[in-house]
């Protein structure tokens, strides 16, 4: 029924990028009014123990300071658990801001100072004398293993391991080929460009604006209205542009509960903003301790898989992930033991970063299965394909699709993977060892609900409305696509507009599921509109399609024409004159299917191969090439989708080499908590990255046939680094990050 011109597809630039570029997007902490306050947190410096005194009374006087908040006189606020419960939220008690004289991690927020200036709110906290009983911390997962224990309430049931089938144990002592390692994965910490924070606008008869960094408005509007009590219709959340995120987004930050409470006990608008410091003590990629046994016969099929996860949680909350249960899916086994526990330690809750659970559980199978590779004595390429299977053995249902084969080729082709030379330190470029290695990536491919509007007006512009987020991966532009493209207009004549609470209802923004789930919402709603067009284009006098149905018309250079013969139609403008109406507007919405979840899982596919050079003097590692080959499903714009799978290979580097949270474990600090102690991967450290999306068709998947992007591009690349250092170095290096005083000859913790 729609039109099919060409411009989902296209490799349109961003259509955000020009107020990016030249300044005119404003972000969360870049909107203000004329009588704004200020404020500044005063953050914790134990990591465990109880305030037996806070003294601000020097702060009080300083010039500027309006109001210093604390323990002894935060306003007061629900109390009961389900109204801090977020569209996201844990198992557990969710931390309330300056709730009590506890202290339950390094960097947690114990004073709020609001002033006339930022200034004199970051001054005047510095004068702010605590005194504290601090317990002994407990950060070091490897010391609190003897602790954990399965989640006793599961924060998805998708998270759980499936139930083991066949003999894992049995199969693995018959085996004639096998392999069991641990990997120990540093913690990791998101660190967008942007800093949280909140500014809230607060009018005289009480209603809020609030414009907050976040990947979900609606799910900070909730948040406010539910702890604070406030009506729905007086809040409206905003987060029109935001700065990065990477899942630290999804859940509210306490800034934005301190910002609204000043706001609401102070009847001003006020504004909060974290400094870099501060971003070190929110949510993080949690610790990982994992132990991988892989199994084959002779020729290298599978007989056992066991993967045993341990990650880390806070003291208050049960942070869960999907790390373990991709052993049980990516290959063919039929003895299959998965299992994931927990461990509370003296740290702030964790939070998903970029492929929760996948980027570490994976790395370790793909780690692991690069070490059976050798072990059998084939190669690495050619285990994986001849263990491929055709099914989610998991949830012994049907895949919706799977090109990852076609991955393997192209990507293989284009890399040269067939002159590798198999054996370790086989391959050299002059002073440099050279390594090739390669991984598998895999991600849920995961429909949301999600709602739009749109509305089409008789000079044929389009506007789109959904509160959906766009975190940097381009929402605004692909909705602009999909719009256009139903309607048969240019870009240019699409209006989005999202970013905000009120408007039709979202998912927050997170497991790649945007692009399919609102994309696929505009395009019900579209396909409404045309609907209602026909509806009264039938009801003209004389119309020509007075017996046409939905199936046989189509949206053609400003007209409403039959599929067969566009010669036979109606213009918009005499359609909607004729019903005495300026623009027609649907609404659109889409859900999981329940017939078709029942059936099918559905995941995105990659296969990643890495070059690196290795110095053999200094052993210090470089990634010089990337090329990997992603399969998912409708490419709704290369460009935007590029970037997305290059930000995730950026960011798979930064895993295997980089990041690397530092706690001293005798204080149960954060010690590289700035950019300049915390490595991220800089220009100098990406060199050639190619990026191969194939070809892959899938109807059941989503409306529009998308899969996701956001995830998969890191899941597999820490894993493919890892074993092109060993096949260049021939050591293993099983603790990432791998830098260089491991390569050097450092133990392993653990």
Known sequence: MLNETKVVGLPL???????????????????????MLFGCVLPATIATG?????????????????????????????????????EVALPGYTMRPLEDDHVQFDGQPIAFVVAENFEAARDAAELIRVRYAAYDPHTDLLQEQANSYEPPVPRMKEFMPPKPRGDAEGAFAQAPHKIAFEYYMEGEHHNPMELFGSTVLWEKDGRLTIHDKTQGPQNSHDYVCNVFGLKPENVVVQNKFVGGAFGQGLRPKYQLFLAVMASLDLRRSVKAEMSRREMFYLTWRPVCLQKVSLATDAEGNLQSIMHHALGGTSRYEDYQENVANWSGMAYKCDNVKISYEIAKLDRSTPGDMRAPG??????????????????????????????FIHVDQNQDKELTSKALHACYREAAESFGWANRRHEPRSMRDGNDLVGWGMATGFWEAQLSEAEAKVSLSSDGKVVVSAAASDIGTGTYTILNQVAAEAFGVSPQAVTVRIGDSSLPKTSVEGGSWTAASSGSA???????????????????????????????VEIAEGRLVMQANHQVGVAFADIMEAAGVSEVEEHGKVAPD?????????????????EVKVDEELLIPRVTRVVTAVAAGRILNPKTARSQILGGVVMGVGMALHE???VDHRTGRVMNHNL??????AHADIEDVEVIFVKEDDDKVSPIGVKGLGEIGIVGVAAAVSNAIFHATGKRIRHFPMTIDKLLGEPDRH
């Open 660 to 662: 690397e949270g530092m």
């Open 594 to 610: 329940p017939a078709t979840m029942k059936k099918f899982s559905a995941y995105t596919h990659s296969a990643v191969f890495v």
């Open 13 to 35: 630039a961003r259509i955000d990028g020009p107020s990016k570029v030249s300044g005119k997007a404003r972000y969360a902490a870049e909107h203000f009014a004329t009588d």
């Open 676 to 681: 300049a102690e915390y490595h991220v991967p």
């Open 358 to 387: 996948a980027a570490s559980g994976v790395t370790a199978l793909e780690t692991a299965m690069d070490e059976l590779a050798y072990e059998v004595g084939i190669d690495p390429l050619e285990l994986r394909i001849r263990n």
């Open 50 to 86: 109880r305030i037996t005194d806070i003294d601000v009374s020097e702060a009080e006087r300083f010039p500027g300071v309006v109001k210093v908040y604390t323990y002894k006189n935060r306003p007061t606020v629900a109390k009961r658990e389900s109204k801090w419960k977020d």
């Open 522 to 552: 505009v395009q019900v709603a579209a396909r409404a509109v045309v609907a209602t067009l026909l509806k009264h284009a039938r009801s003209m006098p004389n119309s020509p399609l007075a017996d046409a149905s939905e199936d046989q």
